[in-house]
């Protein structure tokens, strides 16, 4: 998997064991899919998964993790990634613009990535195999990059790891889940919630203005290789200016969620939230009360490593302290269903330990925000034609 913020690696286990404890699920929605992780998670448990993101990147990520079945790509793909590194790098787009314009990798591996990029145009590759092989530059790039691991700037040194070279791998591949071929969607998230159903339904919208087009506009730029024109010391897209979501504006945000919320049809509702995003936990509680009782299991967890060295100015130098170095991230459970589960029990049992070496949560200043905040508290880009319907979506599905 890339580097990426805000990845629901260390909640895995929390949200599969709320899944695990719902009797009978079979389906289940990734409504901001992101890496993936947590739709991979859920069809590595059995269940038939739509993992939906409206970034090209994270969209092709979840066609080779959600979609793409081992048993249909796995001879062809290994077989295109030997052939894929042996390729000599051949400067183009991602030379120009990622190490000489920018210095996001050294220019031996934009090379590689160029040459290679190319080469999975010119097979013209089937959807789920083409996600795949994409999916393996993406990751070895991202191997062999200099950052902090987000996109908005670039190391002023070069990164250790940036000077090894670039080598595919086998991305790991799951074979077809036991109730039905799951599907990868790039679509607005109010589009696939009014339309489709699951047993299971979980979000994770973004927190805050900070927009992941923009922090990793590399990979989307690598995955629809248009060669857009760029701005900026990053060398951002210039789309990157106008493909705003209201999930990435404080004005917009309540207002988006209450709408996805309000449309939710299924039997569980998962959300994943933090104490640092747009609505306090009060707030949110209330807004997901209106489809039924809501329990919450608050994890302790280390804020991203870009967010621990500190604040510097544009020469490197120290301009601002670190306001504070751990966050709490928030699984709401919303019992849409009535499903006749004590789910504050299977909350306290999945409640997980504080981290080794922290502060209790009463006594951090995040504690101390979230009690200050509770008092103080009493689109579409790149969609599919036509509606999103379960029957137009499915109809060629086995």
């Not at 289940?28 to 409206?54: C, E, H, P, W, Y």
Request: net charge neutral; hydrophobic share 40%; proline share 5%.
């Amino acid at each position: 998997m890339i580097k990426y913020l805000g990845s629901k690696r260390t909640l895995l286990p929390l949200i599969s064991g709320v899944i695990d404890a719902l009797p009978d699920a079979r389906t289940a929605i990734d409504l901001f899919a992101g890496t993936s992780r947590v739709g991979q998670a859920m069809k590595r448990a059995g269940l038939r998964v739509i993992a939906n993101d409206q970034n090209a990147y994270a969209a092709t990520l979840a066609r080779c993790y959600v979609q793409a079945d081992r048993d249909d790509v796995v001879s062809d793909a290994q077989k295109l990634i030997a052939e894929f590194n042996t390729l000599p790098g051949r400067p183009g787009y991602v030379t120009d613009t990622f190490c000489e314009r920018s210095r996001f990798f050294q220019p031996k591996n934009g090379a590689r990535i160029d040459a290679i990029r190319e080469a999975i145009v010119d097979k013209g590759l089937e959807p789920d195999l083409e996600a795949v092989c994409l999916v393996s530059l993406m990751e070895a790039a991202d191997r062999v990059d200099s950052t902090c691991g987000v996109q908005m700037a670039y190391l002023k040194e070069w990164s250790q790891r940036a000077h090894h070279d670039l080598a595919l791998r086998l991305p790991e591949l799951l074979p077809r889940p036991k109730h039905g071929r799951c599907l990868a969607l790039q679509h607005d998230a109010i589009d696939v919630v009014t339309d489709l159903s699951a047993d299971v339904l979980y979000l994770d919208p973004p927190y805050n203005q900070h927009s992941y087009l923009g922090n990793y506009h590399v990979w989307e730029s690598l995955v629809l290789w248009d060669k857009p024109a760029v701005y900026g010391k990053a060398c951002k897209r210039t789309d990157n200016l106008e493909r705003k979501s209201a999930f990435n504006r404080k004005t917009t945000f309540k207002a988006a969620l209450e709408d996805v919320i309000r449309h939710a049809d299924a039997r569980l509702l998962l959300v994943s939230f933090n104490n640092e995003g747009f609505i306090a936990r009060e707030e949110m509680e209330a807004l997901l009360s209106t489809r039924g009782p809501v329990h919450v299991i608050a994890t302790d967890y280390q804020r991203y490593v870009g967010a621990r060295i500190g604040i510097h100015n544009p020469s490197g130098e120290v301009v601002g302290a670190i306001s504070h170095l751990r966050n709490l991230e928030y699984l709401y459970i919303v019992d849409i269903a009535d499903n006749g589960i004590d789910w504050a029990a299977v909350a306290r049992h999945l409640q997980p330990a504080p981290a080794v070496g922290a502060a209790s949560t009463a006594s951090t200043a995040d504690g101390r925000r979230a009690r200050r905040a509770r008092l103080a508290a009493s689109s579409k880009q790149r969609a599919m034609p036509g509606p999103v319907t379960m029957s137009t979506l499915l109809t060629d599905l086995p």
